[in-house]
């Protein structure tokens, strides 16, 4: 089986540093207070739903680093179906994909129960973090980042 070679449009970093940087500073304050396994499992989730190949790769790998588990990186597309995730990390990961889908809406339901489990100033972390993952998946699929490079 031959790999198929889809070559990256663009260096973000390279071409818009200013951005790239604030970008870097929004992801770093975003991080801030939150378990750093709760952060990974957020952005690859996100970054499943966005289809961006580069940060699933990045993030699956730093959520290793983290300590995360093999089969809960591998059962996290189907995080719902799953005996394998705490009840906080399941109102982290469905605020995630509400924020994600943001044109449906965020429901008052999947908000409140993350609201249960974050206390606010943890919550706006949270929301914090979810942004800002969509907008490095938006910048490296728009530019086809190439997983595996960093």
């Not at 089986?1 to 790239?20: C, G, L, N, S, W």
């Not at 929004?26 to 957020?42: I, K, M, W």
């Not at 509400?98 to 449906?104: F, G, K, Q, S, Y």
């Amino acid at each position: 089986m031959t790999a198929v070679e889809i070559p990256q449009r663009m260096d973000f970093a390279t071409v818009a540093p200013k951005v790239f940087r604030a970008v870097l500073a929004l992801d770093s304050a975003a991080r801030e207070g939150l378990d750093p396994v709760l952060v990974e499992l957020v952005q690859i989730r996100a970054s499943q739903i966005n289809r961006c190949a580069y940060c699933i790769d990045y993030h699956t790998g730093d959520a290793r680093t983290a300590g995360e588990t093999e089969d809960r990186i591998y059962q996290l597309s189907a995080w719902e179906e799953s005996s394998l995730y705490t009840a906080r990390e399941r109102a982290a990961l469905a605020l995630t994909e509400a924020v994600t889908r943001l044109p449906e809406g965020v429901p008052d339901d999947v908000y409140q129960e993350a609201a249960r489990h974050f206390a606010e100033p943890e919550l706006a972390q949270l929301i914090a973090l979810v942004f800002t993952v969509n907008a490095w998946n938006r910048m490296n699929v728009t530019t086809r980042k190439t997983p595996g490079t960093r």
